[in-house]
């Protein structure tokens, strides 16, 4: 209970200190209703590739009337970003960029009864033009009432800052409630089966155990087999051009290969990232051309990430034995929960290092689990065994640094029978062997670029770019429900809709233009099921904090301080980079086996008749007949 309160309280005062430094900065681009006023912005759909250093310039207007006695009114203003402000074509204010975060008034005085016009130019030069204004005096509070307009020429209404409109491309399909309905010919008499099949299997059981037929290990080789199956029947199915920023992906991997050397973060959209899983592509990729054409070798490359999706199921069947041993049952969840997360079946089948990178973190988790189970045993190997791990996903992607503090606590509770000294040495010997191992890189980045870490949207790296909506608003932040019925591309509605979407089916369609060759209403049916599903996850994080059992609570409390540690990074990386594809869950590839161990842990929460387990055990194999079903191209 203590390490969970405690990463609670790490985690979220972390996370409000961090935002409240970085509130100020002009950077972050919260844009916060007051006063009654809201923000506006052009009224113009938004657009699901990027934006280069485009300038856009609107015009706002609003036309008022002034009461008869009013002499002066004092009006505030606050536009993203630069903006001047014009009282009956006369200029009253102008405001640079740097100063957007302020609030400034103008007073108007002398002012004569009668209709006016009040407007404000606002440009903004790297991302979208929006505007806030509010008086005492006046009706020029800023809402759906206003007009906006590129050229000062033909004027129609804004569009307020929360507006998203579901993307065209979501609208040419079902919604899941439709997809879950057309759905329901197969899914329920299949569930059916699987209840009556458990019901009569285990007539004369006692107790939560699974039917003579069944057992985890079973369960994990044949989703194992289900694995190779899918991945062979889409290897050539799947077009080319799939995944996210393959085309980077894909520079990076040649730079490598053609040149014997690493790049540095600026010489491409994607070279920031940590070079391992692309030097081993490389060197696989170096091999292949000896005989495979170019274009060819690229696409074998792809049994790089599916290898380590697969090698998810192993880590979550393992993961499950450590941390419900005795628990066949939960076991078997474990697997077919984490095995057949959505997030790691759609993300393995195309290339990228996010794969790779969760393999290894996955991997850490793991030894976490075992060390917290049985503390004395090979102690230094397991010490030396962590820092290596860690040092290799340090090189795999820099989200691994978000493991640091996990690390720490599981030697520090593993060790603390053997006195300071002994946490001391376990701390250095980890800590060590990983910055040997990985020291280097960061290093090299801090000479060339005068810091360690150097993000894709960092201004060292000399690449402009933004995404729509490019600002955040509260209500961005604390929303969620679209997802539920239009979940493609649901990060422009909300951050937790866009980790909702990507989380539990391919929400941004895996970074194509176009819909990849999934099982669309397959796909766009599982929204629904998987509420139930992260309903299960929040139970499964209070179970950590009042589990009875000493063994199972520091399991479930590494995996939620794991988790919660990552959605507050994951919640200051979307504030600092307002595109819609920053709501992404892939960015938690590494906690497959977090997710399904607290999925199983809310799940077993309810009662142990045989009647609910197998209700529970037919609605999860049906989730997951329904989740391979969606990704294997037909």
């Known amino acids: 209970m203590i390490l969970t309160l405690l990463g609670i309280v ?17 950077d972050i681009k919260l844009l916060v209703p007051s006063h009654g006023a809201r923000w506006i912005r052009q009224n113009r759909p938004f657009k699901l590739s990027g ?36 009282w009956d074509k006369r200029r009253v204010l102008a405001v640079k960029p ?17 209709e006016h016009e009040f407007e404000v130019f606002v440009e903004d030069s790297f991302g979208p033009a929006a505007l806030l204004v509010y008086t005492d005096g006046l009706d020029l509070w800023t809402g759906p009432e206003w007009e906006e307009s590129l050229l000062g ?7 307020l800052a929360d507006d998203a409109a579901p993307p065209p491309l979501a609208q040419a399909f079902r919604s899941p409630l439709k997809a879950l309905a057309v759905s329901l010919w197969w ?26 037929w069944c057992s985890a290990s079973r369960c994990r080789w044949v989703v194992i087999a289900a694995w190779f199956v899918l991945a062979a029947n889409n290897f050539l199915k799947l077009p080319a051009e799939i995944g996210y ?12 290969a053609d040149r014997g050397e690493l790049p540095y973060a600026s010489d491409g959209l994607q070279m920031f990232q940590t070079p391992l899983f692309y030097a081993v592509a ?3 990729y170096r091999g292949l051309t000896l005989l495979l054409a170019s274009e060819t070798a690229l696409l074998w490359l792809r049994w790089l990430t599916l290898l380590c999706g697969i090698a998810q199921v192993e880590i979550c069947f393992r993961a499950g034995r450590l941390v419900f041993p005795n628990r066949d049952d939960l076991q078997m969840l474990t697997v077919l929960i984490g095995g057949l997360l959505p997030m790691n079946v759609y993300m393995s089948q195309t290339l990228g290092n996010e794969p790779f990178c969760g393999v290894l973190s996955a991997l850490i ?21 962590a820092g290596v791990l860690f040092g290799l996903d340090l090189l795999s992607k820099m989200t691994a640094l978000l493991l640091t503090p996990v690390i720490a606590g599981v030697l520090v509770i593993a060790n603390r029978l053997r006195g300071f000294g002994g946490v001391l040495l376990a701390l250095a010997r980890t800590f060590g062997a990983a910055a040997v191992i990985a020291g280097w890189y960061y290093g090299r980045n801090w000479i060339r670029f005068g810091k360690p870490l150097v993000g894709g949207w960092d201004p060292a790296r000399g690449i402009e770019w933004w995404q729509d909506p490019g600002y955040r608003t509260p209500w961005q932040m604390v929303s969620f429900g679209r997802s539920l019925f239009a979940p493609l591309h649901a990060g422009f509605y909300s951050l937790a809709d866009g980790f909702f979407a990507s989380l539990w089916l391919d929400g941004n369609l895996s970074g194509m233009d176009a819909p990849p060759p999934w099982n669309m209403t397959l796909m766009l049916a599982a929204p629904w099921p998987a509420l139930l599903l992260s309903a299960a996850i929040a139970a499964g994080l209070v179970r950590a904090v009042f589990c009875r059992d000493r063994a199972l609570r520091y399991s479930l409390q590494l995996a939620g301080v794991t988790l919660l540690l990552y959605l507050a990074a994951f919640v200051l990386l979307w504030l600092e980079v307002p595109a819609f594809s920053q709501a992404k869950a892939s960015y938690t590839l590494g906690l497959t086996p977090v997710y399904a161990l607290l999925c199983v842990a809310g799940l077993d929460l309810l009662p142990a008749h045989r009647f609910v387990r197998g209700a529970v055990f037919a609605f999860v194999v049906c989730w997951s007949v329904l989740v391979y079903g969606a990704y294997f191209v037909l």
């Open 10 to 26: 790490v985690a979220v005062a972390g996370l409000a200190a961090t935002v409240q430094n970085r509130l100020g900065s002009p």
């Open 245 to 256: 920023d393959l085309p980077s992906h894909v520079d990076y991997v040649r730079f490598i």
């Open 365 to 385: 988790l793991l030894w976490g689990w075992q060390t917290l189970r049985e503390p004395d045993a090979a102690i230094m190997r397991r010490q030396w065994s």
């Open 51 to 86: 934006w280069g250093p485009t300038q856009e310039v609107v015009f706002f207007r609003k036309r008022v009337t002034v009461p008869p006695g009013t002499k002066s009114c004092t009006v505030t203003v606050q536009a993203l970003r630069a903006c001047f402000v014009l």
């Open 282 to 284: 490389a060197v696989v």
């Open 187 to 212: 899914l329920g008499p299949l569930f059916a089966g699987l209840w009556g099949l458990w019901l009569w299997s285990t007539r004369n059981e006692a107790g939560p155990s699974l039917p003579n």
């Open 153 to 159: 020429e033909k004027w129609e209404p804004v569009a």
């Open 98 to 114: 740097e100063e957007w975060k302020q609030a400034h008034e103008v007073v108007l005085n002398d002012l004569t009864p009668g």
